[in-house]
């Protein structure tokens, strides 16, 4: 792909996407998929490398070990009043979920010797230093998480455009041409429309694909911050009245 053997003169006639026989095969021949074909692999490109960005921030916010045994192991440091053993799961865990935990764990080991305050308020400020930490957590998970849906969308909408641009050469050169020659700008214009849709849909599905499995994690994750607020106010509640 170097050197400039096997291609043939561009016809100046093509304008700013001209046309040219070269090598047929791999990813040169996506060349006759016209001018969408560069933006559908930019989408592409796009998408991979949020993915990657996403995988790398989930898997480091899901942290270590499974959530539900790790708060299972907060439940009993608290029922033991431990609070100090729980806080030391937390920094084995290492993820979001452990983050919030460990932000309420330290209200929570403040609200036991707190002598003012009555039951009820002590809770509720447990309960607002967990909601304060979910709300620096939540969006780190969330972030980026639209340009897939996006591109996830409108990639198949510049396929689309390709395809039906493809198809316009086809026809448009079907009629203002005859015999052979017709046949081969028809064969030329297909093979246009097929790259595009092909582009275009595999961008997409590629997409789609990643948005789901992130918002899944995403979700598990949620539910366990969720737990982990529960857990607390219920422990201080119950031991502490």
């Not at 045994?69 to 979001?96: M, P």
Request: aromatic share 8%.
């Amino acid at each position: 792909m170097h050197t400039a053997d096997g291609f043939t003169e561009p016809d100046p006639a093509g304008g700013f996407w001209p046309k040219h026989e070269g090598p047929i095969g791999g990813l040169v021949k996506m060349y006759e998929g016209g001018i969408i074909v560069p933006v559908l692999i930019a989408c592409f490109l796009i998408v991979l490398v949020f993915c990657i960005e996403r995988f790398m921030t989930i898997t480091r916010a899901t942290g270590s070990g499974n959530i539900a045994e790790f708060i299972r192991k907060v439940q009993y440091h608290l029922a033991n009043k431990n609070v100090d053993a729980a806080i030391a799961e937390c920094d084995k865990q290492k993820g979001s979920v452990g983050n919030v935990m460990k932000a309420g764990l330290r209200k929570y080991k403040e609200m036991i010797t707190d002598t003012e305050l009555s039951t009820e308020q002590k809770v509720m400020n447990i309960q607002k230093e967990v909601e304060e930490a979910t709300a620096l957590e939540l969006p780190m998970l969330e972030k980026n998480l639209v340009f897939l849906s996006t591109l996830a969308s409108v990639a198949t909408l510049i396929g689309l455009l390709g395809t039906v641009i493809g198809m316009i050469t086809s026809f448009s050169a079907l009629g203002a041409e005859g015999g052979g020659s017709a046949a081969a700008e028809l064969s030329r214009g297909i093979s246009e429309a097929l790259y595009n849709t092909a582009l275009g849909i595999g961008t997409s599905a590629v997409a789609i694909i990643m948005y789901n499995v992130f918002t899944t994690k995403i979700d598990g994750i949620t539910y366990g911050i969720d737990e982990s607020g529960f857990t607390l106010t219920q422990s201080f509640a119950t031991l502490y009245k």
